[in-house]
């Protein structure tokens, strides 16, 4: 009896000292890992912060006026599911794809750019001792991580994309087929508005006098007389520099997919209403418009080309490439084949560092620095 009565509540003190260490010293500098990578807590907090701010994007959608300090983000749903749920959730999927990405990475034998990160970690450095990424410290994201998850990671992603569908990839995709979804899907434009209102010193809009309105209309009329007669865009340019007396033409000269622009809905019709290589004028709500439609053709011959297409990289609303071509047509079927990718992953969860550094932490950290922001811009 005496040795029961000793051996027990040792046996009980050694138990509850375990526990004590177990929850104590439980290794939270993790979340998720496999054998080929592991993703840090700071990881981990990134991902929740930026899908929170992806959420509240989709809040804001329907209520541009939500905000994390005037209203409680944890009252309301996104695609139907709790905030915090969905949070949680698509932060899941973003520590996933990360972890999927460098395992692909490893399959492919595509190495990381040493000298990008370093670079690149100076660069940020610098932003942190400035105080810029303050929201990160608070939430608890060093600079290493930071660089890790804002800059390799999307590195390697691109180039396992580029492996995949790129030239020689497994699933490469010719070029006559990215100039064929090129011409079926984008526009070439110009064009140039010119308000027929003025405003006056005092806030009040007026219509322009008599006089200037039959220069614009006068003017606009040649310029797309001389489009239609084979001069350029740029010959136009240099025209209406003389005309107007002025060194900046507010033109818009893009190759994209016009749904996807911010052309008004009214130019937009214009322009799909023009045969190529020709030009309009037509005035739209108090604006008067030279519209321009150029030959995807001609550019779709360019797109494939080893050379930067220079009237591309200087368009003033987007500019096109092969490559951005390629993720249009492909983003979708990649998102899949890492769905796919992603479920042969063996992952190790830490759920003792899911729980430290929750959603509904990252979202307090996240309304107390916003509070900050706006106390400190107050005083």
């Known amino acids: 009896m005496k040795i029961k009565n000793i051996i027990k509540p040792v046996a009980l003190l050694g138990a509850a000292a375990m526990l004590i260490s177990a929850s ?40 541009e006026n939500f905000n994390l300090i005037k209203n409680d983000l944890s009252s ?56 810029y990424m303050d929201i990160y410290k608070d939430l608890g994201v060093g600079l290493d991580t930071f660089v890790d998850v804002f800059v390799v990671y999307p590195d390697l992603e691109e180039k396992v994309f580029q492996h995949v569908y790129g030239k020689d990839g497994s699933k490469a995709v010719k070029d006559e087929d990215i100039q064929k979804y090129f011409t079926d899907n984008y526009t070439s434009y ?74 008004p809905e009214d130019v937009q019709k214009v322009i799909k209403e023009l045969d190529e290589k020709k030009a309009t004028v037509k005035t739209i709500d108090n604006t008067h418009y030279l519209i321009y439609k150029g030959s995807i053709s001609d550019k779709a011959k360019e797109l494939t080309k080893e050379s930067t297409d220079s009237e591309n990289a200087s368009a003033s609303t987007s500019s096109v490439s092969k490559d951005s071509v390629l993720h249009k047509m492909k983003d979708d079927d990649f998102k899949s084949y890492l769905e796919e990718e992603r479920k042969k992953l063996k992952v190790d969860t830490n759920d003792a560092c899911l729980s430290k550094y929750s959603v509904d932490r990252t979202i307090k950290i996240a309304t107390d620095s916003q509070k900050k922001e706006q106390e400190s811009s107050a005083n």
């Open 24 to 63: 104590g010293c439980a290794d939270t500098s993790w979340s998720y890992k496999t054998s080929n990578k592991t993703l840090t807590n700071g990881g981990w907090i990134y991902y929740t912060y930026d899908a929170m701010n992806e959420g509240i994007s989709k809040i804001q959608a329907d209520d």
């Open 76 to 131: 309301k749903k996104i695609e139907d599911k709790n905030a915090a749920d969905w949070i949680n959730a698509k932060a899941k999927e973003h520590s996933l794809d990360y972890l999927t990405i460098f395992k692909l990475a490893k399959d492919f034998d595509i190495s990381v750019d040493e000298e990008n990160r370093k670079q690149m970690k100076k660069n940020y450095k610098s932003y942190f001792d400035a105080g």
């Open 190 to 263: 110009y064009y140039i508005p010119y308000s027929l209102k003025k405003t006056d010193s005092d806030g009040n809009e007026t219509d322009v006098d008599d006089e200037t309105k039959d220069k614009v209309t006068g003017k606009f009329a040649d310029y797309a007389n001389e489009l239609n007669k084979g001069k350029t865009t740029d010959d136009i340019e240099k025209s209406y520099k003389k005309d107007f007396e002025t060194e900046t033409v507010p033109s818009v000269k893009a190759t994209d997919k016009l749904e996807d622009s911010t052309v």
